[in-house]
């Protein structure tokens, strides 16, 4: 069965550093979503991405956050300058259409110190 | 924007027995209703959905059930087994306009008991 794959499965960073998290969506997949979800808390939306650009976002994604598709395989976020409560595992996910199910990646752990 | 909430936050049930998990949604406009299982350290994985032109749906010990007219949703187990032990979270979306994203409820801990 097809996966969406994220990499790294853990990263620790020091405040104010640049992350970046990196996920293959799967291959005939149009739409992507990267989703975070604090420990113990709901998982949250932050942004989707259609035809090489954001199709929505939420107010969790600003300007701090980016998000690119440097090739025909990944969908990458970065995090410019990283802040404690950054801590939490991202999920990428990604659907056939924008009506589709979607399917979640196994998630990068991001921890901030 | 969407708002769904979700009770109870924890269940504990005897083996064999049923759990039942409810959602409430705001936005009138949502119209898909999925359920995700997710296991400690896990994915969050998709067991069951619902579209908004049925009332019903059902996959073997898993049913869930949607009345549009309340805005609200839930999720039947049946001859619950340890290995149904997990955070489970329904999600709203509206398949139409601008936002199509997926909001989460707050998740249910179920615990089934040997």
């Known amino acids: 069965e097809p996966e969406v794959t994220q990499t790294p499965s853990h990263q620790v960073t020091q405040m104010g550093q640049e992350v970046i998290l990196r996920c293959v969506p799967i291959s005939n997949h149009l739409y992507f979503y990267w989703y975070r979800q604090i420990l113990g808390q709901k998982v949250e939306f932050l942004v989707s991405f259609y035809n090489n650009e954001i199709s929505e976002k939420s107010e969790i994604f600003d300007d701090q956050f980016s998000v690119e598709r440097p090739d025909g395989s990944n969908f990458t976020l970065k995090i410019r300058s990283t802040k404690l409560e950054d801590s939490a595992m991202y999920f990428c996910?990604?659907?056939?259409?924008?009506?589709?199910?979607?399917?979640f990646g196994a998630g990068s752990r991001l921890t901030v110190l | 924007g969407e708002n769904v909430e979700q009770h109870p936050s924890t269940l504990s049930v005897q083996e064999g027995d049923s759990a039942v998990i409810k959602c409430t949604y705001s936005d009138s406009a949502s119209n898909y209703f999925p359920w995700y299982k997710q296991e400690l350290g896990k994915r969050p994985q998709l067991i069951i959905d619902i579209r908004s032109n049925v009332g019903e749906k059902k996959d073997q010990r898993i049913a869930v059930t949607l009345n549009k007219t309340a805005k609200h949703f839930s999720l039947h187990i049946t001859e619950t087994q340890p290995e149904d032990s997990a955070v489970y979270f329904c999600?709203?979306?509206?398949?139409?306009?601008?936002?199509?994203?997926?909001?989460f409820g707050s998740g249910t801990q179920l615990t089934v008991l040997p």
């Open positions: 999600a709203a979306r509206s398949l139409s306009g601008s936002a199509r994203q997926l909001t």
């Open positions: 996910a990604s659907s056939e259409g924008g009506a589709n199910v979607l399917t």
